[in-house]
DNA sequence: ACGCATTTGTTCGTATGTATT
DNA sequence: TAATACATACGAACAAATGCG
């Protein structure tokens, strides 16, 4: 924890204290009370892509001015810059820059849906808007995304087709304090996935999402929509994604008809 | 491509053709041709975990050993080491080495299973071993598992129960070459996960694997062995495992039964 | 078409910190 | 306490990709 060889005043962060000296070593797992200079870096960075000082697409400044900026060295700005890219908050392009994550470009179009065809490669859905209403938060709703009792949230209910065969239909909640001015004709007006309409009109960028998945059958209303018959076994994909700083901003969700798509899922 | 301002014989590849000069820069997608030291190094590291240098479970050199085997810098080795731990074959651990990966340490049991309970934690599952013969391969599954018209597999099949409650079946088809005297009672004997079985007893690990998932309505016997009415929707999980060099040494159907567990995926 | 400046990618070397045995 | 191993941090140099003049 001493400062390098090299000048003073090398710490980016107030100051962290040493590791405890004396007690147990049972050290708390949630606890460590400090971290290396490249995660609060990493941290730093973080607090300025939330703040909105470079947003998504845009490039970050260079490496060596970074370094001056954070007073470390380029190495240590490339260690934290490589971990935000190993989180998919960052895209580095050698030659280029390096850029902040988006949902908005082609080459990684639909970056969340793991919907595969059968046959053929993946192409853009069609996408039918059916619903946009604001509504007090269902209790459930309202836990997910950690709102108090009082908040409202938007809930979108849509559908995706492949041709002319609808494949899923998504019940999407989100906090209408943070989506503000929202509607069906903007949904429906904006190309480009959704995910990019909420970075470029306000300014959430979905980092991360849990989802959990389960088999279910159709129920009438569900069945009508999707054009299977009542009970016909849907993928139910429950999706919670999040910003910056592991704040929940959407709760969807979706069934997938899948008869001639599958969800893909890659192990290591 | 030249050889660093140290010594000589920096190389640890026979010998990287420079990129193709002249001719139009159209370079196909397929073709590097040559690649940087570091995931050469990768390379020969998986070359000898294919070999079985280092089993799973084992301790590799230290960095400056592998450093002064491959005539690179520790820089460059921990950069090789670093992408296969990204990559699950190997676990690097503070103070203690660097270890081959694998599947059958408590702590990351069930590496690729993602099935989480509704409430509580994760805990092992109870296994039942249903049927395990040996036959010719089925045209879908020798074509998988790229395997000739002649060859032939084991298939496997077998329950998992949380409690009394079946919430698993799966068929699974192996290359019969590489599991010779893999018997049901094996299977049964073994005391922790399958992959552990594979890793100890055939010299296979499994690195890698995709699935594919759906949801299907239960037929009737699997109905009968999952307990469940005929028809129930279930989870179809599809997975195709792979060992060293992508090449694949597992198919594996798994029904399984979402009523109180679910899928669990992390998007990013 | 060519070269130049910029930016990230790769590689080396060295020193020090932290965890484990 | 000492030795060993990985982790962090610094600095320097060159390579490869990109974009611009």
Redesign the pocket.
């Known amino acids: 924890?001493?400062p390098?060889?090299?000048?003073c005043c090398?710490r980016a962060m107030p100051d962290a204290k040493?590791?405890a000296a004396g007690g147990a070593?049972a050290?708390a797992p949630a606890a460590?009370a400090?971290?290396?200079?490249?995660?609060?870096?990493q941290a730093l960075l973080t607090r300025s892509l939330t703040l909105g000082e470079w947003k998504p697409g845009e490039?970050?400044?260079?490496?060596?001015?970074?370094?001056q900026r954070f007073?470390?060295?380029?190495?240590?700005?490339?260690?934290?810059?490589?971990a935000l890219?190993a989180a998919g908050v960052l895209v580095?392009?050698?030659?280029?820059?390096?850029f902040v994550a988006t949902h908005a470009e082609a080459q990684v179009q639909y970056r969340f849906l793991r919907l595969m065809p059968d046959q053929g490669v993946r192409e853009a859905m069609r996408r039918r808007f059916l619903d946009c209403r604001r509504q007090r938060a269902p209790a459930e709703v309202a836990r997910a995304l950690g709102l108090g009792g009082g908040d409202s949230v938007l809930q979108i209910r849509r559908l995706l087709l492949a041709g002319e065969a609808p494949v899923v239909l998504d019940d999407i909640w989100l906090p209408a304090r943070l989506f503000k001015g929202l509607t069906a004709e903007r949904l429906a007006a904006y190309r480009g996935p959704m995910y990019g309409l909420f970075e470029a009109e306000f300014g959430v960028q979905m980092i991360r999402a849990d989802e959990k998945i389960r088999a279910v059958a159709a129920r009438a209303d569900e069945a009508a929509l999707l054009g299977v018959a009542e009970g016909s076994p849907l993928l139910l994909v429950e999706r919670l994604s999040f910003t910056y700083g592991g704040r929940p901003v959407e709760l969807r969700r979706g069934l997938y008809h899948t008869a001639s798509h599958y969800y893909r899922n890659e192990l290591n």
């Not at 490039?59 to 370094?67: F, G, R, Y």
């Not at 007073?71 to 934290?80: E, F, I, N, W, Y």
């Not at 580095?92 to 390096?98: D, E, K, L, W």
């Open positions: 924890m001493d390098p060889p090299g000048l090398n040493p590791p070593d050290a460590p400090f971290s290396p200079l490249y995660q609060q870096i490039a970050l400044p260079s490496e060596p001015e970074l370094a007073k470390v060295s380029q190495g240590t700005v490339r260690k934290a810059l490589d890219a580095r392009r050698q030659g280029r820059g390096t």
